[in-house]
């Protein structure tokens, strides 16, 4: 078992592990060299057990399924102990007390099973673990002591009396004991067989074949104890395979879990909880719906913060956009901390912008308060920037309260962001601010409950936007009450139980202190700073040993619970009806068509009955010929069906095509069945007509002539209606015919019918076992058997039963009568031990099934999380942030790319069209309308010619995508342009199908927008900034300079750069020169409106063309990911009111330009 074990588990580890992590396997078992198989857990999800503890799982799981089979080893000894107190009626009443306190003992035994079985009380549940374990050895001791009592009692034994009982006694201690094997093979079942050999023989009478019955006795018991180690062993394997299944499965759903986790935390750190629900639970759903799914809701009484880095720009030049990046991410890293200690719900990250928002989607009545906070400590967190550049940079925070509508927009790419004119003030407020200073609005004035004290700021007089709206704008000039965070109450307690006076101050001085110098520290740095000022370090690293171990420790219990706790026999009831039939229709079909390996190999027990019988029959029976025909003739026939069953277990020792036509034979199910119940029909009916012949071999060779035989009858007939008796005894035959047939019938030619009734018992049993029959068959067939043989006992062989009971000097009941009774004591034990076995296979595949269920739905959440969270960042940064479960959260992320193309298209008009009144549901429907937009756009890309098309993100109405963003895609160092470059032409093609997808919903919706867009090409660095909260982004002059084209151009074209269009001119578009434009940052840079393609010179290259190392294009698509580009954008543009002067539409979206080129102006240094 344990070689199994270990084997078993190495297997499933050795299929999973990299070279890896064989290395590391191999460097822990030198070190725990003790331990079979190693410990750990490996890459793949594998779990290595000490092989102790694997072991000591297994036994402690056989042992409980294997306890269930107890009752019916007491159910057969009840039945025999029936039979020793009923058959023999004429016993000395000695002998029926002794049987019936035996009774008594069986029946108390098991009741003791019963106690503190489901009792709460530790006391009662201890007792009940601990006679578990002595009931079965005492109830396996008690049969052995009636057996030898029994024996002793007899006034006159011979060892055929109940040779029938110790045939099936051997074989029901391997079968329902629930005993290791081992001591069940070396003490018990030796034991059994010894006693029931040698008591019998010793306690019989001489009879000159005593040895030929010994060694008569010694074959059929030793059969039934092989047929019950065949069995056994059978059993072991079906539920060491269960076992290892549920090992494995519980691996799987481990790895599931774990994998689901890191999925469901890094989707919930860029979706909220309430969202990530509704998004998984409608995937995969069709929906009937006009409109596409949108997922959005209105909040009122929301705080919104904007913080941007004043100076960066100046610093960003001496910097490449790698260490830029760096930078970024760990002071965003730090941001992230602070979101998570004030409770704010981080929205986006625009190049060095950074917005959140607090009281959505979970209301809090505090937000304004903790809004504050978060700005005050930003701007003290910008502290690590100025020492890191060495360098007078500054927060600029503005902070404005509103209603916002929060949620996703499109169907690829998900961002959570908010969107309202409140949004757009607060990034106003912002703007209009000051360095180093939190920009207050009257609105969040009214929340803070005089917290803060402030000062006029007067941001109306600088923004003009904030003036239309009427709005009074504040510096925080000193907090009134400090933030008090859970972990600084944790300090004051610690503080306060160590040292209730301190002489350096108060707790608070301190807190306030270090909040001063470090207002980043989360809690638990915090209260790791506070452990090591008291001088109490606290060791909160853990070693990957112990984090393994606690792992290991975790599997264990789980694997304990999932496999030695549950009890699957009680469970089965509620699935079954009476005759073990599954409710379930498809599940009781599913149980017919499915076959455990191996299970044709108990079939090898009716072969080897059939030629057990060749043997013992030499022994003790007349050696005819006619009864050697019979033996021999069933073995052909039962040993062809039987090596076809078994071919197909065999397939590595036998020829092909035999063991494909035993496959063939074994998957029809009805076919199946049939050759079993053959082979049982035929061992059967072999011997009831070897009983047939024994009579018939009597009379044919004179041995009795036939008119002795009908006066044997007649005088058994006579006796009994003279005696008033229930039954005949034929030792009340005349003492003249008894002499008679003493003189005419030698011993050694009639010698011992009853064996044939006793080897009938071996039949019952090599029946009971066959694995391919349901037990309402084989009780058919025991029964039908046993009847059949107990008839021929009775009424056809009754003369040959009386020879032998004169032989034997008289029992007290005829030979007949008993070995009936002990043939139908086998078969109703049996009987009932044939529906314990299928319903053990049944609770076995029950829990197969159940097992693949669990793995189906774990599976099932795993694929909704992942196609969740590859919608919200590209699939190898997602397995890259999911595979490391063990990095530091402020861990950079980056990869460069030499040769990408960069979109940029906005619907500049939307912001005319976007309002908040109430025929608009507070802009709600606004919103639904440029879903549908954004929408269209996301289902172009599932298009096979878009496959290397990116989409990056959304910034209110602006949509971001990018090409030749693929890890896979490689190229020769002498690849021509139009190959280089092909992305990019695909990228002018995606442009162009946006303004048809356009042009299609303006005429279904009357409505009149137009894109704006801008393309560039270059090198860009892609990578992810906040590792807590990843937000996945490209920087550089690439992308820069494509949201100036875009900016600065005009409604309804397509703006590229002088090389954008020397690179595109190949591939047939044509371009119209639009002259010098000023771009901040680049100066004056020539470019050119797209006008459209002619009769291209070279056609793009498709996607395929290009060497994606064997990927699919499938794969491909599933990379583009939500990602956000460094444009510091607003979302919605305000209306403006009929005070303002009217502008005509290219002043305004002038004006617009003029407002990105300031968002831009962070990456246009990125170079």
């Known amino acids: 078992m344990e070689a199994n074990l270990e084997k078993g588990q190495m297997t499933t580890a050795s299929t999973s592990k990299s070279p890896s992590q064989r290395q590391t396997t191999s460097r822990r078992r030198q070190n725990d060299s003790d331990v079979a198989g190693g410990v750990g857990i490996t890459g793949g999800g594998v779990v290595i057990l000490p092989q102790h503890v694997l072991n000591e799982l297994y036994h402690n799981y056989s042992i409980k399924q294997r306890r269930s089979g107890l009752k019916w080893f ?107 094997l081992i001591f069940l093979g070396l003490s018990i079942g030796c034991i ?147 979101a998570e200690k004030y409770q704010q719900l981080r929205i986006k990250i625009l190049g060095d912008c950074y917005y959140c928002i607090s009281g959505a989607p979970d209301e809090r009545p505090d937000h304004a308060v903790m809004c504050v906070h978060m700005g005050l400590s930003m701007v003290k967190a910008i502290k690590y920037v100025q020492q890191k550049a060495n360098s007078p940079v500054d927060m600029r925070v503005g902070i404005h309260t509103g209603a916002v ?3 996703i927009l499109g169907q690829r790419q998900w961002q959570f962001d908010v969107y309202s004119k409140d949004v757009e003030l607060a990034n106003k407020m912002e703007s209009s601010g000051k360095a180093g200073r939190v920009h207050i609005s009257d609105k969040t004035l009214a929340f803070l409950n005089g917290e803060f004290e402030v000062e006029p700021a007067f941001g109306e007089k600088r ?15 000193k907090v009134v009450k400090a933030f008090s965070s859970p972990c600084a109450k944790k300090i004051n307690e610690s503080q306060d139980e160590i040292s209730p006076s301190s002489p350096n101050g108060s707790m608070n001085d301190i807190v306030s202190e270090e909040d001063d110098n470090d207002a980043t520290l989360d809690d638990e740095e915090l209260l790791a700073q506070n452990s090591l000022s008291n001088g109490h370090q606290i060791v909160t690293t853990v070693t990957a040993d112990e984090e393994e171990q606690v792992k290991l420790e975790n599997f264990k219990q789980r694997l304990k619970d999932e496999l030695v706790t549950r009890d699957g026999h009680e469970n089965l009831t509620k699935d079954t009806n009476i005759f073990l039939r599954f409710k379930n229709p498809q599940l009781e079909q599913s149980y017919a068509v499915y076959r455990e390996p191996y299970s044709s190999l108990p079939l090898l027990a009716a072969l080897m009955v059939q030629c057990i019988d060749v043997l013992y029959s030499y022994l003790v ?107 005949t005894a034929e030792h009340l035959l005349p003492a003249s015919f008894v002499e008679q047939m003493r003189e005419a019938v030698p011993p050694e030619r009639v010698l011992y019918p009853s064996y044939l009734s006793n080897f009938g018992v071996l039949i019952l049993i090599a029946i009971a076992v066959i694995a391919q029959l349901t037990h309402l068959t084989k009780i058919l067939l025991l029964l039908s058997i046993a009847a059949l043989h107990c008839y021929f006992n009775i009424f056809i062989m009754q003369d040959l039963y009386a020879l032998e009971d004169d032989f034997e000097h008289q029992p007290i009941i005829s030979t007949r009568y008993a070995a009936s009774g002990l043939l139908l004591v086998a078969a109703l034990a049996l009987s009932t031990l044939a529906r314990h076995m299928d319903h053990e296979d049944r609770v076995i ?3 197969k099934t159940e097992v693949a269920e669990q793995k189906e739905t774990a599976n099932d959440m795993r694929q909704r999380n992942e196609a969740l969270v ?32 960069v979109l940029f298209a906005s619907m500049p008009n939307f912001s005319d069209f976007y309002s908040e009144e109430t025929v608009n549901n507070q802009g709600l429907e606004c919103l639904r309308f440029l879903n549908e937009v954004i929408s269209d756009f996301d289902a172009l890309l599932e298009l096979p010619q878009f496959q290397d098309i990116i989409k990056i993100k959304t910034i209110g109405s602006t949509y971001m995508a990018a090409s030749g963003i693929n890890q896979q ?85 397509i703006q590229v750069t002088e090389d954008t269009c020397n690179i595109l001119q190949p591939f047939g578009y044509k371009f119209l020169q639009r002259g010098l434009v000023a771009v901040k940052g680049k100066g004056q840079l020539m470019t050119f409106y797209l006008q459209g393609k002619s009769q291209p010179s070279a056609e793009p290259v498709p996607p395929g063309v290009v060497d994606l190392n064997g990927l699919d294009s499938s794969a491909l698509e599933s990379t583009s990911e939500l990602e956000a580009s460094d444009i510091k954008m607003p979302l919605l543009k305000m209306n403006v009111q009929e005070q303002s002067v009217g502008i005509d539409q290219d002043q305004s979206l002038r004006n617009e330009s003029e407002g990105q080129e300031g968002v831009g102006e962070f990456q246009s240094l990125l170079e």
């Not at 003036?467 to 704008?473: D, E, M, S």
């Open 621 to 727: 029976l007349p050696r005819s010929t006619l009864h050697f025909i019979n033996i021999a003739a069933p073995l052909v026939p039962i040993a062809m069906l039987v090596v076809i069953s078994l071919a197909e277990s065999f397939g590595g020792m036998l020829p092909k095509f035999f063991v494909d036509v035993s496959k063939r034979f074994n998957d029809i199910t009805f076919v199946r069945e049939l050759a079993a119940i053959i082979i049982a029909l035929t061992i059967g009916f072999s011997n009831v007509i070897d009983m047939f012949f024994f009579v018939t071999f009597v009379r044919t060779e004179h041995i009795v002539s036939e008119s002795e035989f009908n006066v044997t009858a007649s005088l058994d007939s006579d006796i009994a209606v003279e005696m008033e008796a229930i039954v």
């Open 74 to 180: 007491v159910f057969a000894a009840v039945l025999f102990n029936f039979w020793t107190i009923g058959i023999p009626w004429d016993q000395a009443a000695p002998t029926r007390v002794v049987n019936c306190c035996m009774l008594v003992a069986y029946l108390a035994l098991t009741a003791l099973l019963y106690i503190g079985r489901r009792s709460d009380r530790p006391a009662l549940r201890r007792l009940h673990q601990i006679l578990l374990i002595i009931v079965p050895r005492a109830l396996w001791l008690l049969s052995i002591v009636h057996f030898t009592v029994y024996i002793i009692l007899q006034p006159s034994f011979s060892p055929r009396d109940l040779l029938g009982w110790a045939i099936l006694l051997n074989f029901l201690v391997y079968v329902t004991l629930p005993l290791q």
């Open 405 to 407: 509508l929060a949620g």
């Open 463 to 477: 923004e003009e936007l904030l003036r239309i709206a009427g709005l009074k704008t504040y510096f925080i000039t």
């Open 845 to 847: 595949f029950k829990w």
């Open 192 to 338: 059994t067989y010894f006693i029931c050999l040698s008591l019998p023989v010793g306690y019989s009478h001489w009879d000159s074949l005593l040895s030929n019955q010994l060694a008569a006795n010694a074959v059929l018991i030793a059969t039934a104890a092989l047929i019950g180690l065949l069995y056994y062993f059978m059993g072991e394997a079906k539920q060491k395979r269960a076992f290892l299944e549920a090992k494995k499965s519980l691996e799987v759903k481990m790895v599931i879990e774990e994998q689901s986790a890191e999925q469901e935390r890094l989707l919930l750190s860029v979706l909220p909880k309430h969202v990530a629900i509704k998004m998984r639970e409608d995937l995969g759903s069709s929906s009937s719906e006009a409109f596409k799914k949108i997922y959005m809701s209105r909040h009122e009484n929301v705080s919104i913060l904007y913080a941007d880095i004043v100076g960066f720009t100046a610093i960003s030049s001496t910097y490449s956009a790698q260490d830029l990046v760096k930078m970024l991410n760990e002071l965003f890293a730090r941001f992230d901390r602070l």
């Open 969 to 1053: 895609r490689t190229l020769r160092n002498d690849a021509p342009i139009t190959e280089r470059w092909s992305h990019l032409a695909i990228l002018v093609e995606f442009a162009l199908e946006l303004k048809h997808a356009l042009h299609g919903i303006n005429e279904q919706s009357f409505n009149h927008f137009v894109l704006k867009m801008g393309i560039n090409h270059g090198p860009i660095t892609a990578g992810v900034i906040g590792a807590r909260k990843p937000h996945y982004d490209i920087w550089g002059n690439t992308v820069n300079v494509a949201s100036r084209m875009e900016s600065t151009g005009k409604a309804g074209a």
């Open 870 to 901: 590859y919608n919200v960042l590209p699939v190898h940064v997602a397995e890259h942030f999911m595979k490391n479960t063990k990095r530091s959260h402020d861990d950079l992320y980056s990869q460069s790319y030499a040769e990408v193309g």
